[in-house]
């Protein structure tokens, strides 16, 4: 159970529902456990709600496979269950195995490198690093240690408050999916 509860449709300030309508109008996303927490703190959820539009930047970037694996990765380093399932549920609806990844070496390096910077608090091996900074320029390497600071961040929040896994993520849960 949360350690705070999500805030409840019947209790939003005319200021808050606006902004959740808002959100779900720009990103055809409904209002999760997470975003219903953070909608406590409206400073919070705005900040927070700024990983949609680094992630669409980082799919642009990379591709959306890269991009949901990058942030996949990240998120399993950090062990939060709630973004994990959350990513799994994004593999499995594009046909992919969560347990049996074909990668590239590209999405080698990726993978590395957004698992060494979660695991390691960002001080990382040069040649992590380097493996990957050969596929990129520096403004897309900014991006990428962005939104992965990003994504540490959800899921420190997440892990603290020990956010519910909503009911749309629980078939995706490890063991509970078919192909």
């Known amino acids: 159970m949360a350690r705070i509860a999500p805030i409840t449709t019947d209790s939003l300030p005319l200021f808050t529902r606006e902004a959740f309508d808002e959100h779900v109008n720009d990103y055809n996303t409904p209002i999760t456990n997470t975003k219903a927490t953070l909608g406590h703190s409206m400073l919070s959820f705005t900040i927070y709600m700024q990983w949609y539009p680094l992630y669409e930047k980082v799919k642009q970037q990379i591709g959306e496979r890269a991009a949901y694996l990058f942030a996949w990765t990240v998120s399993t380093a950090s062990n939060c269950s709630l973004c994990i399932t959350y990513f799994r549920k994004i593999m499995i609806e594009n046909g992919e195995d969560p347990d049996s990844l074909l990668l590239n070496d590209y999405e080698k390096a990726l993978l590395d490198f957004g698992s060494a910077i979660a695991q390691h608090k960002g001080c990382i091996a040069n040649h992590v690093y380097n493996n990957l900074e050969q596929y990129h320029n520096s403004e897309e390497m900014v991006l990428l240690v962005a939104f992965a600071g990003q994504m540490i961040a959800t899921n420190i929040f997440n892990n603290v408050i020990e956010?519910?896994?909503?009911?749309?993520?629980?078939?995706?849960?490890?063991?509970?999916?078919?192909?």
Not at 163 to 179: A, E, R, S, V, W
């Open 163 to 179: 956010t519910d896994i909503d009911n749309y993520l629980t078939p995706f849960l490890p063991g509970k999916f078919c192909l």
